[in-house]
């Protein structure tokens, strides 16, 4: 019986994995009637950027440097976390990956829910599947974990 359902529940998550990737990969239909792919926020971060530089770039530049535009924000909001570490008090040092978590907890609430809606590069919260926040915060706080257990490493080696 507890097997049962356990499996239940584990299909419960992969069917709300799946939504959730199904949703980053949204369509709608131009005026064509073709499918076209919509840009998630990094695609559109990428495309006001090369606007800003006196550029356009298509749909597809804009998937090639979408990841640039994830990982180069990562690392800076990564580096604000390991500044942040070293001048805090010190009992945030001594639980880097608790630390790490709550911090990623912080940014998927700055970010996600409001500063990225707030700038028109998402809906709404509320316009969002919750498989979707749940998904998100998972992965902030993976984020912040593995923030938290690289600044302990690079710290102690140095």
Known sequence: MVAHGANLQAGKLTRSLRTVKANGRSKSSDSSGQETEQEDATMKIAGKGAEIAGYSISHEQKKK?????????????????????????????RHPV??????????????DEVAVPSLGLSAAPGETPVSSHIYALASHLIYGATAGAVRRIVRAAI
């Open 65 to 93: 440097a979408a990841p640039i535009v994830h990982y180069g924000f990562g690392a800076a909001v990564g580096a604000l976390y390991g500044t942040l570490t070293e001048l805090g008090p010190h009992g945030v040092r």
């Open 98 to 111: 608790l630390s790490g978590m709550g911090f990623g907890s912080v940014l998927f609430a700055g970010a």
